[in-house]
């Protein structure tokens, strides 16, 4: 009898021991853990490596993979290879502002960034996203134009609609972090669509006229450019001439001045001497004697011409 108690004690004894033990887990470097203790959150955001808890039932554990993108659509259905299922068009109409549809298939990523609001926060986070991002893709969309949707403002609108859902997201507490929202497809339903072609059209031969006009102006300004720095440096070279000259022709009379205010005859005589050695060895001399001459002077002589009943009167 005392043989059974010592087996029983030593028994029960294992089975504590294995119960501690289940305690144990393994938390994976891409996984974060939660441990629940009687439904109550006792340790969130549990690392990687090995770790103990109060072993199941009184306690569960919550393991989530935090590195993991997951990826959810909008407009279509994604592929599912596992399944063998491809893509399938969905709901992919949108109203743009200008009273326009516009078919729109986006896909977004997101990663779990708070395990314990992504596993109790929401019952189903992934149709919470999806269903988030639609929504203020439907919002960023109703107020622009078609024109800006398929063209320019595809890159404003992603970025706008992953602002804004992460947000959204951030007030519902998911627990998650929306990390892209890439537009796949942007196109005009398939009634419209050779007339969006025709403006898409007009519109890339409006962008090369302007290439093409902005380029010529930009030649034409450079010309200009140039043309008006030569007439610029041209005048500055008259100006510094005529200045120079200018301030010679000063400097000269200046001193001609004193040298007249010191000597006024002497400097008339000597300037007037000055002048006419200047000028007489350029000028025809004819001397006439108003004195002894008894004829009238034939003026015919002064244009080099002289006659023959004037040249004995004059030499």
Not at 25 to 49: C, D, K, M, N, T
Not at 71 to 81: I, P, Q
Not at 169 to 188: C, E, M, Q
Request: net charge positive; aromatic share 6%; hydrophobic share 40%.
């Amino acid at each position: 009898m005392a043989d059974l108690k010592h087996n029983s004690k030593h028994r029960a004894l294992a089975l504590v021991a294995l119960w501690l033990l289940s305690g144990l887990y393994l938390v994976r470097p891409e996984q974060q853990a939660v441990v629940r203790l009687l439904g109550r959150v006792v340790a969130e955001s549990i690392q990687p490596g090995l770790h103990w808890r109060v072993p199941w039932p009184l306690t569960r554990l919550s393991k989530v993979r935090i590195s993991e993108a997951r990826r959810l659509s909008v407009g279509f259905d994604l592929a599912d290879e596992a399944a063998g299922r491809q893509p399938a068009p969905g709901k992919s109409h949108f109203l743009t502002g200008d009273q326009n549809i516009v078919n729109l298939q986006l896909v977004a990523q997101y990663c779990v960034e708070r395990p314990t609001a992504f596993l109790f926060r929401s019952k189903d986070v992934g149709k919470l996203v999806g269903a988030v991002v639609e929504r203020e893709l439907s919002h960023a969309v109703e107020g622009q134009g078609v024109d800006w949707v398929l063209t320019t403002g595809r890159a404003q609108l992603q970025e706008t609609v992953r602002r804004e859902a992460q947000r959204v997201l951030d007030g519902y507490g998911a627990g998650v972090r929306l990390v892209s929202a890439n537009i796949k497809a942007a196109y005009p339903p398939a009634e419209v669509n050779d007339a969006f072609k025709a403006v898409a059209g007009a519109r890339s031969d409006r962008d090369r006229i302007i290439d093409l006009a902005e380029g010529y102006r930009n030649e034409v300004t450079e010309q200009a450019a140039g043309e008006a720095g030569k007439m610029t440096a041209e005048a500055d070279a008259y100006r510094q001439k005529v200045t120079t000259e200018a301030r010679g022709d000063t400097a000269r009379f200046a001193s001609i001045y004193r040298e007249y205010s010191q000597a006024p005859q002497v400097t008339r005589d000597r300037m007037y001497v000055e002048t006419m050695e200047e000028l007489l060895p350029r000028m025809k001399v004819i001397v006439a004697d108003p004195a002894g001459g008894t004829r009238p002077l034939d003026l015919g002589i002064l244009s080099g011409e002289p006659t023959p009943n004037t040249a004995g009167g004059s030499r």
